[in-house]
């Protein structure tokens, strides 16, 4: 049974930084794409991060120079350090991992105060 557990969310004051976890297990075909997306209140997801096999990169233009993806392939699990957060910050964060099947993370809430 496939399983992302996500941890790191929480309560950050302005300026601050959170690094969020995703630990993958129970996949058993090579991890082709890991992402974070988030969801604010009232809002459709968005992708926030997203990293390949390669090691390509992408990020939401609003992240850029803040966020970081990463990955730990021994680990199968993905980062994403979080600096300089801002309000409009404030979502839930989930985990996306693409193998043979895509997956999704239970979503973890991410709260940023001003």
């Known amino acids: 049974q496939v399983q992302l557990v996500e941890s790191g969310g929480g309560l950050v004051q302005a300026g601050g930084s959170l690094r969020l976890s995703c630990a993958a297990s129970?996949?058993?075909?090579?991890?082709?794409?890991m992402a974070w997306y988030r969801q604010a209140p009232g809002k459709q997801r968005e992708l926030v991060a997203g990293?390949?096999?390669?090691?390509?990169?992408n990020y939401a233009d609003s992240v850029k120079g803040r966020f970081t993806i990463s990955r730990d392939n021994a680990k199968n699990t993905v980062y994403l350090q979080m600096n300089s957060l801002k309000p409009e910050d404030t979502a839930v964060y989930y985990c996306y991992v693409v193998s043979r099947y895509p997956y999704w993370g239970q979503g973890t809430q991410v709260t940023v105060s001003s």
């Open positions: 129970g996949i058993t075909f090579s991890i082709n794409f």
């Open positions: 990293l390949n096999s390669g090691g390509n990169t």
